[in-house]
């Protein structure tokens, strides 16, 4: 529906997903720590490499021998792991443990080996059938779920166990497997039919949904039980198969026509919306459910349904646009989703619709064009008329839809930017992060949009706000760059953070204020400068070389950290790194940094360091394999020191919906 889903769909998917922001702060790269020898708990002599090379028979005897002992059993077991089929025999023994956490991990661990695990399937169904822990029980039947196809005979037998959480458990592992499960269709059948758990029934209408076409025919032929519990699970799955239901159609209209119990006909309804495009031919019944069903749960599940069929359902825009002024708010807004899935063959009638009488309608029909796009500029004439209506509420919307659909000139744009702008003191983060998209639009002739989009770009409120601003700083471009470049020292490491990204974003036309930047006083605003040229990319390189030939030690730096994001460099900048490595009366940390773009290049750093003389004796200290407790670290070939390094988890943005409630919970839609 359109509050809950439609906008956050919409907004999302605008520049291909959700901003990610890790920008890199100058106390990254410039300080080190020294570590200390890491104690690991099976042999402190031993110095472990890397798990996959850890299988030879006496390390996995080792492992063995460590599974006995509380302060080593994880790290073994994650071993065994690695090891994959020559650790079964071992994990396998695991399970006739006295310890019953033991059998539980020996379990997970056959689990997560999958399919090479097949020669421990009588072992599991032992432990499945006479362990005295649930727990266990539990996880023998996950893992033989984790095996696959070779286990789905002992997964069916299971699926006859007197206990519930086994049998919830073995169709959930059938579900899981899919396709290569077909042979469990007949069981999981009588499961649906037959149990007396209705949770488990309806994990088994799942596991047949997972299973998927193979699946089909049983499930149609559970359309017509007796029970309404088993025919509502029998439509779900069929929905869960989408496009491979195909073949079910024709049953789904039946029941959609005939059910008498109206959760089976609103999940008939759901199931031919998810079988997709391919469900044209129920369309007629769709529309007859929209316009007489006496539910309105069902009438609104056929709306939805008729939305996603998408253009092939355009017959039945007369009566969408007519549930536009439904009382029930769930059937609205179905209708106003569906409308905008059809998109262009809906905008005829939604033109129309924006001189009715009805004012909730027309508010209606103005979202729904901005939402359909550019493919209904044909409306741009009709909502210039009611922009200039008096009704605050009618103005604010068709300045909405006009900026979302594209103004066809400049001083139409600077026109709406006012109206538009005043929109972002409403409440409610869905609308505002449609208004902030829209704005994006308009570019940045209006002086005061890209203020208004930088200031949201800390907004507290809603990462969707965030990214809605950042999108559309990055769609205006080169004229945004000196604000953003400006954003760079804002206190706000979220406003900074989202500047860099962005910079990076606009690419070529913000590489020459990017590399001023590089010479900023502030050194966060240096990096972060740094990182953007990074996600420049290649175009960055050029310009980049030429301040590799300066002589601002803290330029150097960042530029040659740039170069070690991008993994590419020319033949000058290579030679102007390795100079920088090789004199000695440079900064310790500029020479580390331009090494390590050396190395990000694939230049043998080992070689270029031998030649030169610049090798210093490895610290004894330095650990040889990688800390689970640090995200990086080296043996520094500067000092002998071992140093590590310390990286800032990204900030995660995601989106949001509801864009009719608040402008109709503002501006009142009532007729």
């Known amino acids: ?227 309404p519990t088993i025919r509502r699970g029998a439509t779900f799955a069929l929905g869960s198969i989408r496009k491979d239901a195909k073949d079910a159609i024709p049953a789904l209209v039946v029941v959609l026509k005939t059910d008498n119990d109206t959760s089976v006909r609103s999940s008939a309804a759901a199931a031919l919306g998810q079988i997709g495009k391919d469900a044209k031919e129920a369309v007629p019944a769709l529309v007859l459910a929209l316009k007489t069903d006496n539910d309105t749960s069902v009438r609104s599940s056929a709306a939805a349904a008729l939305g996603a ?19 029930n708010e769930r059937l609205s807004d179905a209708a106003v989703d569906a409308l905008v899935q059809i998109g262009k063959d809906a905008v005829p009638a939604l033109i129309a619709t924006l001189s009715s009488e009805n004012r909730r309608t027309r508010i209606y029909a103005a979202i729904i064009l901005g939402e359909i796009g550019s493919d209904a500029k044909a409306a741009n004439s009709t909502l210039l008329k009611l922009f200039r209506s008096k009704d605050e509420g009618i103005r604010s919307t068709a300045a909405l839809a006009l900026a979302k659909i594209g103004p066809e000139s400049a001083i139409v744009a600077k026109a709406l930017s006012p109206t538009l702008i005043k929109l972002l003191n409403i409440p409610g983060k869905d609308l505002r992060a449609n208004v902030l998209s829209a704005l994006g639009n308009l570019g940045a002739s209006p002086e005061n949009t890209v203020p208004a989009l930088i200031a949201n770009l800390e907004n507290p409120e809603s990462a969707s706000i965030r990214r809605a601003a950042a999108q559309s700083l990055t769609k205006i471009g080169r004229r945004a760059v000196p604000a953003l470049i400006a954003a760079l020292s804002h206190k706000s490491k979220i406003v900074s953070g989202n500047a860099t990204v962005i910079l990076g974003r606009i690419g070529k036309d913000a590489i020459p204020a990017l590399i001023v930047a590089l010479h900023d006083p502030d050194q966060n605003v240096r990096y972060r400068a740094a990182f953007a040229l990074g996600k420049v990319g290649e175009d960055a390189v050029p310009p980049l070389s030429v301040v590799l030939n300066g002589r601002d030690a803290d330029a150097l730096k960042a530029a040659a950290y740039a170069l070690s994001l991008i993994n590419k460099t020319t033949t000058e900048s290579t030679a102007s790194l390795e100079a920088i490595v090789a004199d000695k009366n440079n900064p310790l940390e500029v020479r580390r940094v331009a090494a390590s773009a050396l190395q990000q290049v694939g230049v043998d750093t080992q070689e270029f360091f031998t030649q030169n003389k610049l090798l210093n004796p490895r610290n004894a200290a330095c650990p040889t394999f990688r800390s689970p407790t640090l995200s990086a670290f080296e043996f520094d070939v500067f000092t002998g020191r071992c140093l590590a390094y310390q990286k800032q988890q990204p900030d995660q943005v995601s989106g949001g919906g509801g864009l009719v409630a608040e402008l109709c919970g503002y501006f009142r839609c009532s007729n």
């Not at 059993?73 to 956490?101: H, M, R, W």
């Not at 090479?116 to 006479?130: E, M, R, T, Y």
């Not at 069929?309 to 009382?327: C, H, K, Q, T, W």
């Open 309 to 327: 069929i998408g253009p092939e359902a355009r017959n039945a825009v007369p009566d969408l646009m007519a549930a536009l002024s439904e009382p």
């Open 1 to 227: 529906m359109i509050r809950k889903h439609i906008y956050g769909k919409l907004i999302t998917s605008v520049a291909g997903g959700a901003l990610a922001v890790g920008i890199p702060t100058a106390s990254v790269f410039t300080h080190s720590i020294a570590l200390a020898v890491p104690s690991y708990p099976l042999d402190n002599a031993y110095s472990y490499p890397p798990l996959n090379k850890i299988c030879t028979d006496a390390d996995i005897k080792k492992y063995a021998v460590a599974l006995n002992k509380s302060s080593s059993a994880e790290y073994a077991f994650q071993a065994l792991i690695a090891c994959g089929s020559k650790a079964v025999p071992v994990l396998t023994k695991t399970l006739t443990s006295k310890d019953k956490n033991i059998r539980v991990q020996g379990a997970e661990a056959l689990q997560s080996i999958g399919a090479a695990a097949k020669s421990a399937i009588p072992d599991l169904v032992k432990s499945l059938n006479s362990d005295p822990e649930e727990n266990v029980r539990s996880s023998a039947i996950f893992a033989l779920g984790g095996i696959g196809k070779d286990a789905v005979p002992a997964l069916i037998a299971a699926l006859q166990d007197p206990d519930p959480i086994i049998r919830r458990g073995a169709t959930s592992a059938l579900e899981g497997i899919g396709k290569d499960a077909k042979d469990a269709i007949p069981a999981l059948v009588v499961v649906l039919k037959t149990d007396k758990d209705p949770g488990i029934r309806s994990d088994a209408a799942r596991a047949l949904g997972g299973i998927g076409k193979d699946a089909v025919p049983a499930l149609v032929a559970a359309l017509q039980d007796p029970d």
